[in-house]
């Protein structure tokens, strides 16, 4: 019966986790555009250029005042010289009124 307990908790941390993202989509990187830090200043494409966050947005980005910008922007890159593929986590952000894609997570296969 515990072990049941601890199942169901666990089930129902996966389920909320996977609802907390406006998109998530894999694919190797494509495009890498660089542009002034706060200005989406960081934007990804896939290969293909699959939507990345439940709209028509092809590409994410990252604005150099977001937590672990560094780390996010080397990981993406090593993955793209190594021709790896990625999982990329996004939220649709508000404040333009455009939708554009953020990365909150990312993950290399």
Request: proline residues 1%.
């Amino acid at each position: 019966m515990r072990n049941n307990a601890y199942l169901i908790f666990g089930l129902s941390l996966l389920s909320f986790s996977s609802l907390a993202w406006d998109g998530r989509v894999s694919g190797k990187v494509g495009n890498i555009d660089v542009t002034s830090g706060s200005n989406y200043g960081f934007r990804v494409t896939l290969v293909n250029g699959p939507a990345l966050c439940g709209n028509d947005n092809k590409w994410a980005y990252l604005n150099d005042s977001d937590s672990n910008y560094q780390t996010y922007v080397s990981v993406l890159l090593a993955a793209k010289m190594a021709d790896k593929n990625v999982t990329v986590y996004t939220n649709r952000e508000t404040s333009s009124g455009n939708g554009y894609c953020h990365i909150g997570y990312i993950s290399i296969n």
